[in-house]
Each structure stands twice: as structure tokens, then as C-alpha cells.
């Protein structure tokens, strides 16, 4: 069968057809943006004394806009210059797939940059003139919280502390009380916080403006140089949310890589054991590698209603004295005595404490200091 290669191919006229359907209906948009380049082009043609050039200079972007028309479809110039690149989040083994990552603030390598900078740089001066901000309280050496003299009288908070790792994975509520629902809020709530940073959104503009390196890193994260607070949400959000850790000696047994001593197996055999220690329930095990459910219970410190609390995360325990959201345990030691000998029963505690009868799991000495081992298999290695 032979061709007629003069012949226009029906294909190829839907084609030219769509081609000018899309050049008229980008047309409106793409002016705009192409206008806006050719003032900024004739400004600094201006500025160099070379204004007649500006003229022929125009048609040349007409020309080449008419061309990109008809090989692609239209794209605003913007997201065409501002290309972040995405931040590679690991997926550690027993960690859950759902996170809380906003389709508006997706992780970039750049919006983690920022980010971290921003939080250990503080961002407003204190009352003596000291930058302040996120590191002034979370402490990397202690997974973020403030360490053994971060009392609730040395802090000044209503509550103590809560570890900053693997939060990208909590999918229900921040804070001890669960109220704060993701972490771009958090952020705005421990600037504004009278307790915390105690400062407003248009001071910490104000004061990171004084910084020359923040238009350029704002710019490399969001596209614009301008610095504002949602910027700022985002960026220390996107940060915390890359504090990963999954590398304790307990992950490491959970790989095949590493054996744990028979201690710390019996203590782990306790752990998530009904009749044992009976701790998984709300702080996971194997199965939920966070080590915590991140949902409220009571579990009778008190017997008088104290309402319910997060079960905090027990990765990296060992770090984060003192215990309990009053700080009123100093040692792993003194919360397992408490688990074991004097839980408190009221009609506000939660069912899944099923020893309270007994005042608590009633471990012999020996179970004691091998829950313990097995506690201290949690904490990572290393920390940033
Ligand atoms: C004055 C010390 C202090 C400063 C400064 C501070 N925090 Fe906190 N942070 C706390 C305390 C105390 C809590 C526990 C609050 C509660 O639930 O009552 C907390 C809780 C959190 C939580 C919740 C963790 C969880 O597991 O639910 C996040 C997230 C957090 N802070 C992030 C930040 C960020 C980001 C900054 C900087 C913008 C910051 N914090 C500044 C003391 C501080
Ligand atoms: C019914 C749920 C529940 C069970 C079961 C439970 N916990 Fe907890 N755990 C909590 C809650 C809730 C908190 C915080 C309570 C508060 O501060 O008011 C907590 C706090 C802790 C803390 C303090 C963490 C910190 O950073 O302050 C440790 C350690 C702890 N639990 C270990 C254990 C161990 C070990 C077991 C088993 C013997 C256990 N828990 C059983 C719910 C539970």
C-alpha cells in the first residue's frame, strides 16, 4: 500500500489543532509571566543605558514561548525554576506506612536544611540578648528533651518534656494531651506559648530578617525569598519530622543482626506479655516498633483523676529522666517499681491496666532489673 506523503495525517491535524487551542488558552497566563521577565530584562537594560535594545529583545521570548507551546503543554515559570529536591524518608522494617506528611508541605532536602537551622538558631533573642528557640529546650543529646535537670520547676512548662523522634509517623495528636494536631502548629504554638519561646510571628520575621543567609535558603526551599512564618512552620516541621531512629540494639536484633543476652530476651518476653510486665498494650513491642500506640491512657499514678496522658514513645528511655508528664520519677527503676508494686485503682484508669487488683504486675527483683535491660536495648547508638 503505498502513502501519499503529502497527504496530512488526521492525526497529526488534531494535533496542530490542539497545539493552537493550547497556545490561546495559555496565551492570557504566559503573557503575563513573559511580560513580567521582559520588565525585569528592560529594567537592567535600562539600568546599563541600553534601553533600545529592550524592544527586539521582547519578541525573542515570543518566539521561543510559541515554540515550547508547541512541544509541551503550559506551565506556570515559577515551578519550572523552583526545583527542591525531595527528601528520601526512610521506611524502617515494623514501622508503620501512614504518616503525617501534608500534601502541602511535602519533605525536601532543602525545607530540612532550613528547617534545622532554624531550630537550633533559635529564632528571637531572649530577654538577655541570647538567640532562643526549639534547641533551647530539646536537647539532641537527650532524643530531644531537656535532660535530668528538666524538672517541671527548672522548665516552667505545665508538663515535662516530650522526645522529638519519629514523629512523622504519629498520626494522632502532639503534647501530653494529645490537643496539638500537627506539627506546623506545634510550631506555632511553642513560639506564641508564654512558657516557651513567648514571642509573636511578625517578631521572629523581623528578627530572621536580620540573618543575610535566609532569603537564599528560603528561596532554595519555597521558591521565593521572602521570609514568613508559614515558611518557618514548615521548615522546622519538615525538620522534625526527618528525626528518624531505628537503630538501637533492639532494632538491631529485630533485623537478625545483633543477639540480645538472655536478660534483656527475658526482659522483652515480659514486656509483651499478658501475665508478664504487660506493657505493650500501650507502648507496642516488636509489632509496633515506635514503641508507642501515641493514644492516651491513665494508668493509675494517682487515685484521684489526673485524666488521661500520651504513653510517650520508650525508644531511647534511658535519655529522657525525668519520667511521667510531672517529672515526678527520676529513674528507670522508680517507674518500674511503680508498675510493679503501687498502681493506684480509680474509676478513670484505664482497662488495659488489668493487674491494678494487685496493685500492679508484682515483679520479683530479679524480673525488675531484666525489664530494665531490655528498656535500655531501646536507646540508639548514636544521636545527631
Ligand atoms: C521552654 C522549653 C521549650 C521550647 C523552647 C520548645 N519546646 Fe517543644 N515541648 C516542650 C514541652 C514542655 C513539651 C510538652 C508540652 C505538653 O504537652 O504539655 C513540648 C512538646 C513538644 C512537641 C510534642 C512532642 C510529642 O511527642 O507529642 C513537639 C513536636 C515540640 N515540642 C516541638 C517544639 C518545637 C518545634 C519548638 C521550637 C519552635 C519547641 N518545641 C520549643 C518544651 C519546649
Ligand atoms: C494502660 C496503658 C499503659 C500501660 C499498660 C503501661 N504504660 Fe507506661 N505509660 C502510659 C502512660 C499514659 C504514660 C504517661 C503517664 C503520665 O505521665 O501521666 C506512661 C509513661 C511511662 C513511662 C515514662 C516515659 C517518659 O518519657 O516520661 C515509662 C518509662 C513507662 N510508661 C514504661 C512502662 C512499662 C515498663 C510498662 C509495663 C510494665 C508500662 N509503661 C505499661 C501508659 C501505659
Keep these: 500500500m503505498r502513502t501519499n506523503s503529502t497527504t496530512m495525517h488526521p492525526q497529526r491535524t488534531i494535533l496542530l489543532l490542539t497545539c493552537l487551542a493550547l497556545f490561546s488558552a495559555c496565551r492570557q497566563k504566559n503573557d503575563t509571566g513573559a511580560i513580567m ?15 533600545v535594545f ?12 510559541l515554540l515550547s507551546m508547541l512541544f509541551s503543554s503550559c506551565h506556570p ?3 519550572e525554576t523552583h526545583k527542591p529536591t525531595p527528601y528520601n524518608l526512610p521506611q524502617p522494617v515494623f514501622f508503620p506506612t501512614a ?3 501534608p500534601a502541602d508541605n511535602p519533605m525536601t532536602e532543602e525545607g530540612v536544611a532550613l528547617g534545622e537551622k532554624l531550630f537550633f538558631n533559635g529564632v528571637t533573642p531572649n530577654r538577655h540578648g541570647i538567640p532562643t528557640g526549639c534547641a533551647s529546650c530539646h536537647h539532641p543529646e537527650y532524643s530531644f528533651e531537656g535532660g535530668p535537670e528538666a524538672t517541671l520547676e527548672h522548665l516552667g512548662t505545665e508538663h515535662t518534656m516530650l522526645p522529638l523522634i519519629n514523629l512523622v509517623w504519629n498520626t494522632s ?12 502548629d506545634m510550631v506555632y504554638a511553642a513560639v506564641t506559648s508564654p512558657v516557651e519561646i513567648n ?3 511578625s517578631e521572629v520575621v ?16 519555597f521558591g521565593s525569598s521572602e521570609i514568613t512564618f508559614v515558611g518557618v512552620e514548615k521548615a522546622i516541621a519538615q525538620y522534625v519530622r526527618s528525626l528518624v531512629f531505628a537503630n538501637s540494639k533492639f532494632d538491631r536484633y529485630l533485623r537478625g543482626e545483633e543477639q540480645l543476652s538472655q536478660d534483656e530476651l527475658n526482659g522483652y518476653m515480659l514486656f509483651i506479655t499478658e501475665e508478664g510486665a504487660d506493657c505493650f498494650h500501650c507502648h507496642g513491642g516488636g509489632s509496633n516498633a515506635l514503641f508507642t500506640t501515641n493514644l492516651l491512657y491513665n494508668n493509675g499514678l494517682d487515685a484521684e483523676y489526673h485524666g488521661d496522658f500520651k504513653a510517650p514513645t520508650l525508644r531511647n528511655v534511658a535519655l529522657t529522666a525525668p519520667y511521667m508528664h510531672d517529672g515526678r520519677f527520676h529513674s528507670l527503676d522508680e517507674v518500674i517499681d511503680f508498675y510493679s508494686d503501687s498502681v493506684q485503682y480509680s474509676e478513670f484508669i484505664s482497662p488495659l491496666m488489668h493487674h491494678v487488683m ?3 504486675i508484682r515483679l520479683t527483683p530479679q524480673e525488675k532489673q531484666q525489664l530494665k535491660a531490655f528498656l535500655n536495648t531501646l536507646t540508639e547508638n548514636e544521636l545527631p
Excluded at 529592550?54 to 514561548?65: E, G, I, K, V, Y
Design 99 to 101: 504518616n503525617n506528611i
Design 206 to 221: 523581623r528578627y530572621l530578617q536580620q540573618d543575610e543567609a535566609y532569603p537564599e535558603l528560603f528561596l532554595k526551599a
Design 54 to 65: 529592550s524592544l527586539s529583545l521582547m519578541r525573542f521570548p515570543a518566539l521561543l514561548l
Design 199 to 201: 514571642t509573636d510571628t
Design 37 to 51: 521577565q521582559n520588565q525585569t530584562a528592560q529594567q537592567t537594560l535600562k539600568k546599563n543605558g541600553h534601553d
Design 77 to 79: 515559570s515559577q515551578e
Design 173 to 184: 495528636g502532639l503534647g501530653w494531651k494529645g490537643e496539638v494536631e500537627t506539627l506546623e
Design 358 to 360: 494487685q496493685g500492679g
